[in-house]
């Protein structure tokens, strides 16, 4: 059997990963089973080296470089159905699997190819709606390829269409795939009482990679962390997309006599040089490991991380709603401190004070219940079956 995966064009690691692990750990050992990414050369040559096979055309690569940068979501969206339904015509497929591919009911539905798409909490949202913040969108959109106007605040019930073409009706259905993974847990990423075709949603557990530093970042970290030995050690980040400052947080810990990892390059005073230590691309896995305290934006597989490795958490605003949700579901269940944005509370600073006192106090989280949530995490990941997936779509 042929499927076409797809992540989104423009999601970097974010959306890659994900499929990249289902593939690695449910799909490469299937004999029955042919399964090919659609992607740029750049990203094919890195996934030809871990045995994936790619669709021998270059998805959003040099050619498009250009398209990107005008900003010319016409256009834009024109390559992509272009695109994708040229690799439709190679692949051939009879399933379709994807993560924010918006337009791929194009030629998964269109041709009545069944269609597995992995979603989050921004599209079926199930926080409460005094809660949310209507001046938020999704985190898509701060990247500037997606229109506002043609994101609603909630896709599962939207009868709005991604894109503005000839195909509207199938852009509506994105939302609606014949099958639905999500990549966590049901104690976080809550489902809405009153949603369709539940039993068409999988619980995967997080897919995200168990990674470890190279040789040149293991030299690196282990002067780092000799030279700090004596400090608590503070990792900021917030992932490879979003570009929320986070000067000010460096800085208050610094000034505190921690010694911080990061991935958020920014100036930092001399006399702090040897208590920072920064890399744009970290193992995130590990640095929880040795970290005492984790800042993070949210990300879908960034929260994962301190849950797992039983660390305390704080989240920082992005104004970005599918993070915000997860963020304040964390801070429920007592696991997460959240910090808003400054321009949703000018408190904000104070709120993080407070989040850092209690966390100095160790009162910040209840690990009673984050060891629930692991034990969940793990019994989640033990329990999913891809198989079990495809077969729902294909009935």
């Known amino acids: 059997m042929n499927?076409?995966?797809?992540?989104?064009?423009?999601?970097?690691?974010?959306?890659?990963?994900?499929?990249?692990?289902?593939?690695?750990?449910?799909?490469?050992?299937?004999?029955?089973?042919k399964n090919q990414f659609l992607v740029n050369n750049n990203v094919q040559n890195s996934l030809k080296m871990l045995s994936?096979?790619?669709?021998?055309?270059?998805?959003?690569?040099?050619?498009?470089?250009?398209?990107?940068?005008?900003?010319?979501?016409?256009?834009?969206?024109?390559?992509?159905?272009?695109?994708?339904?040229?690799?439709?015509?190679?692949?051939?497929?009879?399933?379709v699997i994807e993560d924010n591919a918006f337009t791929s009911p194009l030629i998964a539905e269109k041709n009545n190819i069944p269609r597995i798409s992995i979603q989050r909490t921004g599209i079926f949202r199930s926080i409460d709606k005094r809660d949310r913040n209507t001046n938020h969108v999704h985190s898509l959109q701060k990247g500037g390829i997606i229109k506002k106007a043609k994101i609603p605040s909630n896709l599962y019930n939207s009868e709005s269409s991604i894109l503005n073409d000839t195909n509207a009706d199938f852009s509506k259905q994105y939302a609606a795939p014949k099958a639905k993974i999500i990549p966590g847990i049901p104690s976080i990423e809550c489902l809405p009482d009153d949603i369709e075709n539940r039993?068409?949603?999988?619980?995967?557990?997080?897919?995200?990679?168990?990674?470890?530093?190279?040789?040149?970042?293991?030299?690196?970290?282990?002067?780092?962390?000799?030279?700090?030995k004596k400090k608590p050690i503070v990792f900021i980040t917030t992932g490879t997309v979003d570009k929320t400052l986070t000067e000010n947080f460096i800085e208050f810990f610094l000034k505190r006599n921690y010694a911080v990892i990061t991935t958020c390059n920014c100036e930092i005073n001399e006399k702090y040089e040897q208590a920072v230590f920064y890399n744009k691309l970290l193992p995130l896995h590990y640095i929880c490991s040795i970290s005492n305290l984790v800042i993070h934006q949210c990300g879908s597989g960034m929260y994962h991380y301190p849950i797992m490795n039983r660390v305390p958490s704080l989240t920082i605003s992005t104004q970005c709603y599918d993070r915000e949700d997860i963020a304040l579901r964390l801070q429920k269940l007592g696991i997460s401190g959240h910090i808003p944005h400054p321009g949703d509370n000018a408190n904000y600073w104070d709120i993080f004070i407070?989040?850092?006192?209690?966390?100095?106090?160790?009162?910040?989280?209840?690990?009673?219940?984050?060891?629930?949530?692991?034990?969940?995490?793990?019994?989640?990941?033990?329990?999913?079956?891809?198989?079990?997936?495809?077969?729902?779509a294909l009935a």
Do not use: W
Request: proline share 4%.
């Open 52 to 95: 994936i096979d790619c669709v021998p055309m270059d998805y959003f690569g040099k050619e498009a470089k250009e398209l990107v940068l005008s900003n010319d979501y016409s256009k834009i969206g024109e390559y992509i159905i272009e695109k994708e339904q040229e690799a439709y015509k190679k692949v051939k497929p009879k399933l």
């Open 354 to 392: 407070e989040m850092v006192e209690k966390f100095e106090k160790n009162t910040l989280v209840d690990f009673y219940t984050m060891d629930k949530l692991r034990t969940e995490i793990d019994e989640t990941m033990s329990n999913f079956q891809m198989e079990k997936v495809i077969q729902y």
């Open 3 to 33: 499927i076409l995966t797809i992540p989104y064009f423009a999601g970097g690691l974010s959306h890659l990963i994900p499929l990249y692990v289902l593939h690695h750990k449910y799909l490469k050992n299937n004999t029955d089973v």
């Open 199 to 228: 039993d068409s949603y999988f619980y995967s557990g997080p897919l995200i990679v168990m990674d470890k530093p190279s040789r040149n970042l293991t030299e690196r970290l282990s002067e780092f962390l000799s030279n700090n």
